[in-house]
């Protein structure tokens, strides 16, 4: 990071210098407002420190030519005892911040290097924030730099993939851009959630049916495994496969082949199978719940996608990537978050990951009456997911009448669509049902 010192007492310049210096700084140093124009006409910079009162021309007087400039830089101001006033009149010409004479040097070089982050945060957000729409982002973090590398050497090959994360991680986002990745990148790219088809239509879905294979079946249909022909088929939510159904799934992954229901003609299989979940299928195989051998079968290329809260140094970009998203979607232009705001997002530990991330941006730009999102548009909103108990918390509740809380407020906020609610409390929407029925919520949802 590139700084400009201008002071007219040249004590002070040189103490600065060294200060800055000493902690990796670039410093330059001029001792009047002209040599500073000069030296701006030269050189990038990344930020300034300007004193107030100088001969010629006043920090004042530079800054508002700075501030005009296509290459302007935040700059924070000098100012002696007594000068408050100007000061308050640079803070509303541009600069970010003043310090008063005398001054704790440490004090400064605590503001600059905030200044610094802030920069840091500024930047990386606008790099998510230029990336082209429909990208996928990946972030800088290492474990997302060994997803993208694995992700790449899966994308090649044709063989059957298992994408294992949290609930609001992004598998479907992931097993999207293997699919754009690959061979198959030209054919479609077929999802569907296991968790939200009824049990008694999962099998004619995936399959299809024939002319009269049972009541209401007045013509043909082909299944999700024929429309994904060349292409992938995602089944989401894997877990969530009823056992019946996966002796049949297990006979296609071996076999790859098919036949619809009431069919006698066996169909060959061209698409890529890519599964996901969010459950550890390890134990379910312990307790009888998911077959071993078809685990076995799905678990051959594994990625597994780590939780936002592990992965933080990515949220900036992340941030970016979104808001340009949904400024796209909800035709605004919000250009950023508020020092304080980002403050309120870094402390969170988001339990619904990249979608409760994007659920609290998308509720904040609602709102928000800014250019930023400040922090009183950003409201957090735990799941309290966890798993029920008799302990109470800190304010005398259980974890399981927080947990009913929490579902009854988001069902709330939309209007009783359980979709819409699990989606933003990072769980299955036959989860939320499931919880519906034994906490007693009996509002008809929306569907």
């Keep these: 990071m590139r700084v400009l010192i201008v002071d007219d007492e040249k004590n002070i310049r040189e103490s600065l210098r060294l200060l800055l210096q000493q902690d990796g700084f670039e410093v330059d140093c001029a001792e009047n407002g002209f040599s500073a124009q000069r030296l701006m006409e030269e050189t990038d910079y990344d930020a300034g420190i300007f004193d107030l009162k100088m001969p010629g021309m006043s920090g004042l007087e530079l800054l508002e030519w700075q501030q005009n400039r296509d290459k302007s830089f935040p700059v924070m101001m000098i100012s002696a005892f007594g000068q408050v006033h100007d000061a308050v009149d640079a803070l509303k010409t541009g600069a970010v911040d003043y310090i008063v004479k005398p001054f704790d040097p440490e004090i400064l070089l605590d503001k600059i290097i905030s200044l610094k982050e802030s920069l840091s945060l500024t930047d990386t957000m606008q790099e998510g924030m230029d990336l082209p729409a429909g990208d996928f982002f990946t972030g800088t973090s290492r474990a997302m730099r060994l997803l993208q590398k694995r992700l790449t050497r899966v994308a090649g090959t044709g063989s059957t993939v298992l994408i294992t994360g949290e609930s609001g991680v992004g598998k479907e986002v992931t097993a999207r851009s293997l699919h754009e990745r690959s061979a198959q990148s030209q054919a479609p790219f077929i999802p569907v959630n296991i968790g939200g088809i009824p049990e008694n239509l999962l099998e004619s879905e995936l399959f299809g049916y024939e002319k009269g ?5 007045d013509k043909q249909k082909k299944g999700l495994f024929e ?151 950003i409201e957090l909103i735990s799941s309290g997911m966890q798993t029920p108990s008799a302990s109470p918390a800190a304010d005398g509740r259980t974890l399981k009448e927080i947990e009913k809380e929490s579902i009854t407020r988001a069902l709330r906020r939309w209007e009783g669509n359980r979709s819409r609610a699990a989606d933003e409390l990072g769980i299955s929407r036959r989860t939320i049902i499931n919880k519906i029925k034994e906490f007693g919520l009996d509002k008809d949802p929306q569907e």
């Design 213 to 217: 294979a049972f009541t209401g079946a």
């Design 227 to 377: 429309e994904a022909a060349g292409g992938t088929l995602f089944l989401d939510e894997i877990g969530e496969m009823p056992l019946p159904l996966q002796v049949k799934m297990l006979r296609v992954l071996q076999e790859k082949k098919f036949r619809r229901l009431g069919g006698l003609e066996e169909i060959e299989i061209s698409s890529r199978i890519v599964t996901a979940t969010n459950r550890t299928l390890e134990d379910m195989v312990k307790d009888g719940s998911f077959r071993e051998d078809l685990y076995y079968r799905l678990n051959i290329a594994r990625l597994e996608i780590p939780p936002l809260r592990e992965r933080m140094d990515d949220l900036p970009g992340l941030c970016g990537f979104l808001l340009e998203k949904l400024n796209r979607r909800m035709e605004q232009n919000i250009k950023g978050l508020s020092e304080k705001a980002w403050d309120k997002l870094k402390a969170y530990d988001f339990p619904g990951n990249i979608r409760e991330l994007e659920n609290i941006l998308e509720r904040a730009m609602i709102f928000c009456e800014e250019e930023e999102l400040q922090d009183s548009d």
